[in-house]
């Protein structure tokens, strides 16, 4: 094989493997003749490792030793899970890797292939994190060579590969624990990714939990006389990890009938096995899914908003996961969305067979060595898979010192007719060009042969290559900006959302510590963060930027520049260089990805407590602005349940590791969701205040300012006003800002300002700690505005700042007076 051909999603409750044959797909089936794999692990005491239907079942019975839904896990800092009968440990991204080579050994049982290279397949909306910690574990896994591709892009390519027609789709892909919404476009064999929104933490997974705290827990309470009972509690881990298994299995059986019941043997203690009962019914079901169904919702309304479109632009809402399998869901996406629902592909291999199809564009590393004697090398470039029926291919010959001669003909024995090129020369360097016919709906092969100068055959390795007619992606667009934090709470980004792959970025910072090398004093951290949000903290770390000190030739002071650039390659993995002008010198490799869970419980108790608070005094303030923003922006909180899925996983959070990170996230979630409630309240206000400050500023133009002035706070104003016309408080920020230094510096200069800040330093002449001395000094003031002393008026208003308690900031004229 030319080309990969081999894709794989790699899931947070199963992974299925498929490989491309000619225009269609085949799913490889386990050892258990299934299509789909469970991703998880059992290791038994005495340190056997079992992947897939063996281990789920065991998670029953012995979840001590057995390990699931770790792919949530990926890239996080505390990503171990504990095998008490063995004394192992293993991170995420080790767990994967024996799912995936679990994989690899389906493929080397049915296929009789030692699989070194495979397409991976990641959420869309995975950190940058978990991509690289993906990557590893292909690497653990003995890949040689695994391209990432975005799980909903994936889908496109198996629902769209031999489309002729144009289309625009709206893929929702919900899985196990993870959901990803994209609005696909194809146009002329080409597919664009025009936008995206997900979310790691939503998934089928949170419905089971739901099943087993709202319904199953309350009721083996009830049943058996036990109290705390709960997700959390160590002592009942065995019990609510049964229950979850059970939850999801019924779930799934409700997708064909109305209720399922569930039978499960439990130990509570008392030395022998209880065995406990319930029935569940679709109705419960579809009423616990609806929070996470309207989250999904809202997220693929905002897809469609950022790609300016609405529903009746997209075609079709392409189905991917296992929770779509349910009739509820279904209906409920095409009720909330308006768009008709396909799901001619079977939603739990779908991912699998795209990946699989975009692998056939992907062209396996050439071997390098010595070319053998009486031999050539033959390199081809060119689109494995593209729109085109007659591709150009370009190639370059090695193995000898001059070409000149030579000659290459591409030969397709499989058309009806043979079809034939013709001979192409080849140039003294080797290099050549031609067309070749290519037909639909078929993988087309082609020999290579090469003659030389005398026209005899000459071997050529390789000797043959492929191509298909069918729809490519043009470019995958980065789904999350990408950007530092700095000091004041602020990011600086570096790269865009919506940014072609691949790409790189620079930014220009400045040290906040001294570095000595001496002393190995000090160190450059800067975190680097994925999110879109101004507010440093309400973007997710993912990473951290370190220069430390033994790396430097010298000291680096305070305030010392450094230049950070940031490569992005399609598969979302990263690289990043420091350059330090001071020193001369680059770092290279100088990030470490790991997204952090940087609160423990008690802090997360504490932060969700203050985010409680604020959202319910923006409740008190919201019926008095009447605005009709935040009251959308509450009616979301409300909808989605956040308040009371925050309740849920605080609860579970000290005994679950997996609850504790879901909790993290959520609240970035509540944070920016209160965030947005605040921002329309303060609205208002913010745009009176931003137009009575531009109505001052002009006349002060008008009265002391010159040409330049005016003409610069004018345009200032127009950029305010445009701001307040599209509800931009971000901008109208900035502009006011500009505003208002443009009117102080025509102030200043006029010798009006200092008079402005004497005034208003006079009334506050009884905060003054010595007031004898303010006293005379506000007298001296008074005699040096009356002869026109500026600079002396300048220096009594600095002694008088000093004798204030705690000296403010200095004064904003607007706020106290108005030129008449």
Request: aromatic residues 4%; charged residues 25%; negative net charge.
């Amino acid at each position: 094989m030319s080309t990969i051909d081999y894709g794989i999603d790699l899931g947070t409750t199963n992974s299925a493997i498929a490989v491309l044959r000619d225009v269609d797909t085949e799913v490889v089936k386990n050892n258990d003749d299934r299509d789909t794999t469970p991703s998880a692990v059992w290791i038994d005491r005495r340190d056997r490792l079992y992947v897939g239907r063996v281990a789920r079942e065991r998670a029953e019975v012995d979840p001590a030793n057995t390990a699931l839904e770790f792919k949530l896990r990926m890239g996080t800092a505390d990503a171990v899970s504990r095998f008490a009968a063995s004394g192992r440990e293993l991170t995420a991204e080790q767990l994967s890797a024996e799912v995936l080579k679990s994989l690899r050994g389906d493929v080397q049982q049915r296929h009789g292939v030692d699989l070194s290279a495979a397409v991976i397949t990641v959420p869309a909306a995975f950190d940058l994190s978990a991509c690289e910690a993906t990557s590893r574990a292909g690497q653990l896994a003995g890949f040689a060579s695994t391209p990432l591709l975005q799980e909903p892009t994936a889908a496109a390519f198996a629902y769209g590969f031999q489309r002729e027609s144009d289309a625009r789709w709206l893929v929702y892909d919900l899985g196990g624990g993870t959901f990803d919404a994209a609005v696909v476009q194809i146009r002329d064999g080409e597919f664009t990714v025009l936008t995206h929104r997900g979310d790691n933490y939503l998934g089928g997974k949170l419905i089971d939990w739901q099943i087993v705290e709202t319904l199953l827990l309350p009721e083996l309470q009830r049943e058996f006389g036990l109290d705390d009972v709960r997700r959390g509690n160590p002592r009942w881990a065995s019990v609510v990890g049964a229950l979850k298994l059970a939850a999801e299995a019924a779930k799934i059986r409700l997708s064909r009938v109305d209720a399922a019941e569930i039978f499960v043997e439990v130990d509570l203690g008392t030395g022998q096995r209880e065995e406990f009962s319930y029935d569940l019914r679709r109705a419960d079901v579809e009423r616990l899914t609806e929070p996470y169904l309207v989250r999904s919702v809202n997220l693929c309304r905002r897809a469609l908003a950022e790609a300016n479109l609405t529903p009746a632009d997209i075609g079709r809402t392409l189905l991917v996961g296992g929770p779509t399998l349910s009739p509820y869901v279904r209906e409920r996406l095409k009720d909330g969305l308006g768009i008709e629902v396909d799901h001619s592909q079977d939603p739990l291999t779908v991912v699998a067979r795209g990946a699989a199809i975009f692998a056939g564009t992907q062209r396996r590393p050439a071997p390098v060595g010595p070319v053998a004697p009486g031999k050539v090398t033959v390199a081809l470039e060119y689109p494995p898979i593209g729109p085109d029926t007659d591709p150009l291919i370009v190639g370059r010959l090695s193995g000898s010192d001059d070409f000149g001669g030579y000659r290459v003909e591409v030969v397709n024995h499989d058309a009806q007719p043979a079809w034939r090129s013709g001979q192409v020369p080849v140039n003294a360097d080797g290099i050549f060009s031609l067309q070749v016919v290519a037909l639909k709906g078929r993988r087309n092969g082609y020999r290579i042969e090469v003659t030389g100068p005398d026209g005899t055959a000459v071997p050529a390795s390789p000797d043959s290559f492929v191509y298909t007619v069918g729809a490519v992606e043009t470019s995958p667009l980065l789904t999350n900006s990408i950007g530092v934090g700095l000091d004041g709470n602020t990011t600086e980004w570096v790269l865009n959302r919506g940014t072609p792959l691949p790409a790189h970025g620079k930014v220009r910072l400045r040290t906040t510590v001294e570095v000595r090398r001496a002393t190995g004093g000090g160190m450059i951290r800067i975190p680097l963060l994925e999110g879109e949000h101004p507010r440093a903290n309400r973007n997710r770390r993912v990473g951290m930027l370190e220069l430390v000190a033994h790396q430097l030739a010298s000291d680096v002071p305070e305030g010392s520049e450094v230049q950070v650039r940031l490569d992005i390659d399609t598969s979302r993995l990263i690289t990043a260089r420091a350059y330090v002008p001071l020193l001369d010198e680059e770092f290279e490799e100088v990030v470490a990805l790991r997204s952090e869970v940087v609160e423990t419980v008690e802090e997360l108790s504490a932060a969700v407590d203050g985010e409680l608070q604020r959202l319910s005094q923006l409740r008190e303030r919201q019926p008095k602005t009447g605005s009709v923003v935040a009251e959308m922006a509450l009616f979301r909180i409300d909808s989605e349940q956040l308040v009371a899925e925050m309740a849920t996983l605080l609860a579970a959070a000290e005994g679950d590791a997996d609850a504790a990170a879901t909790c993290g996230r959520r609240l970035l979630d509540l944070r920016a969701a209160i965030d947005e409630v605040e921002d329309a309240l303060e609205w208002p206000e913010q745009a009176k205040d931003a137009e009575s400050l531009a109505d001052e500023a002009s006349r002060i133009a008008v009265r002391m300012g010159d040409d330049h002035d005016r003409r610069r706070i004018d345009e200032a104003i127009a950029g305010a006003r445009s701001a307040i016309e599209n509800t931009d408080s971000r901008l109208l920020t900035m502009y006011t800002d500009e505003i208002r230094q443009l009117a102080i510096a025509v102030l200043d200069r006029s010798g009006q300002l200092d008079v402005l800040i004497f005034n208003d330093l006079e009334s506050r002449r009884n905060d003054f700690v010595d007031p004898g001395l303010g006293t005379s000094l506000l007298s001296d003031g008074r005699m040096a505005m009356a002869r026109g002393d500026r600079q002396a008026l300048h220096n009594i208003n600095v002694r008088l700042r000093g004798l204030l308690p705690v000296p403010p900031p200095p004064p904003d004229p607007f706020s106290t007076v108005r030129t008449g």
